[in-house]
């Protein structure tokens, strides 16, 4: 009788470590899973930032083709890494980098635009001194690598 006692209080005590041990193990991968979810989260953020500056860079670089085409647009060189800066008055072109919130590098190349006979954009044929392809790149860290986005598009020399 003795021995089926002590073999009852050891069994109890087998399946309190049991229950313990799939309480733990339950909890940590909840918080794995939590853990995980704040990092995904934490990149989408960083990746919406850069596509808000993307579209940000886009419109600058309209409102410098607006203010004026000749000083603003023609006059940079093609192939050319440039910079947007805010001087709080108006956007400008700069050949300097300036990281936005410390993490983000966005620059823009300027491209001139060919077209062929039919008056439609080509590699090569004549060139349209009133149109320049643009494209916009946004630049970070992320996990030890760069991760680069670009969109480009084109602009013309509307108020000539």
Do not use: H
């Not at 023609?74 to 956007?91: H, M, R």
């Not at 919130?101 to 823009?108: A, C, D, L, S, Y």
């Amino acid at each position: 009788m003795q021995n089926t006692k002590i073999f009852k209080k050891g069994f109890g005590i087998i399946e309190i470590v049991i229950a313990t041990t799939i309480i733990s193990i339950a909890f940590l991968i909840m918080m794995s899973t939590a853990s995980m979810s704040l990092k995904f989260s934490e990149k989408s953020v960083v990746r919406l930032k850069a596509d808000f500056l993307l579209e940000e860079g886009v419109e600058a670089v309209k409102i410098i083709r607006d203010n004026d085409w000749t000083t603003n647009i023609a006059s940079l060189s093609v192939g050319t890494d440039y910079f947007l800066e805010f001087n709080g008055a108006i956007w400008v072109v700069s050949v300097n980098n300036i990281l936005i919130e410390g993490v983000f590098e966005r620059k823009f190349t300027i491209d001139d635009v060919y077209r062929d006979a039919n008056d439609d954009i080509s590699s090569s044929g004549i060139l349209d001194s009133n149109t320049k392809k643009i494209t916009v790149y946004v630049s970070w860290s992320e996990d030890g690598s760069t991760v680069t986005r670009s969109i480009s598009f084109y602009i013309l020399n509307i108020f000539n």
